[in-house]
């Protein structure tokens, strides 16, 4: 991934840049065609939550993507495919599922923040994007999309699911995504004890082999949660909620 160099905000601008705007729309017509993602704003005259920074929000040069529960393979295909072109387009970071993708760290750091961004992915934007960046452009710069959730016929949510006793969030989801599956360990906590253990890699946190997938299977049931899901031989990915 290659990312423009970060410019902060600050302070509030007049509403939406045309770039964003722009960005927005081409997203929701490459993605949104069946509901898997929708708008999630743009301009909003505030700080960053928890923080005395002022958001890109607040110059109108930032927007939110709201991923539908069931879709979270499609962030992903968001995520890979802008990353892939972030410089040419103009876009200084991403922040999703506990990750930021940014100049500083192309492939991505922990990110901490008031919202652990798990249902949106929040994408800035330089300045000159902000101002010039437009459907047309990001069509030519991105000329083969990724499949889109129109063409994501084999997607569904598995109905295995581990609740955490008192809370109505499940700790791990297990989705079929054309043909392989993906765990989702929910709780950044757990996440990071797979790693410590060395079950898991820090390096590719996402990635795991087969004998890995059940590795961290056990782990959990041995921590007390009863899971059962079986792993593609193709391997599976594990990721943060």
Not at 69 to 76: K, M, T
Not at 83 to 91: P, R, S, V
Not at 127 to 142: D, F, G, K
């Amino acid at each position: 991934m290659d990312w423009a160099p970060h410019v902060a905000a600050a302070g509030c601008g007049a509403g939406p840049t045309p770039g964003a705007l722009a960005l927005q729309a081409w997203l929701l017509d490459t993605y949104g065609r069946r509901g898997a993602v929708t708008g999630g704003g743009i301009y909003n005259c505030r700080r960053v939550l928890g923080s005395q920074s002022w958001s890109l929000h607040a110059e109108g040069r930032a927007l939110d993507l709201m991923v539908t529960p069931g879709w979270v393979p499609v962030g992903d295909q968001v995520l890979a495919q802008l990353g892939q072109f972030g410089l040419e387009l103009g876009l200084q970071r991403i922040i999703w599922w506990h990750q930021v993708y940014d100049h500083e760290s192309p492939g991505g750091r922990d990110y901490y923040g008031t919202s652990p961004h798990t249902d949106h992915l929040h994408i800035e934007l330089t300045w000159p994007a902000a101002h010039s960046l437009t459907v047309e452009r990001i069509a030519a710069i991105i000329q083969v999309p990724l499949p889109d959730s129109a063409e994501a016929t084999d997607m569904r949510l598995d109905p295995v699911q581990v609740l955490i006793p008192g809370e109505s969030a499940p700790l791990v989801q297990v989705y079929a995504w054309n043909g392989e599956r993906i765990l989702h360990v929910t709780n950044i906590g757990h996440l990071n004890g797979l790693r410590a253990l060395g079950i898991l890699s820090t390096k590719e946190p996402d990635l795991c082999t087969p004998a890995q997938f059940d590795a961290a299977v056990s782990q959990l049931r041995l921590w007390g949660f009863d899971l059962s899901c079986p792993c593609a031989e193709s391997g599976c990915r594990l990721r943060p909620f």
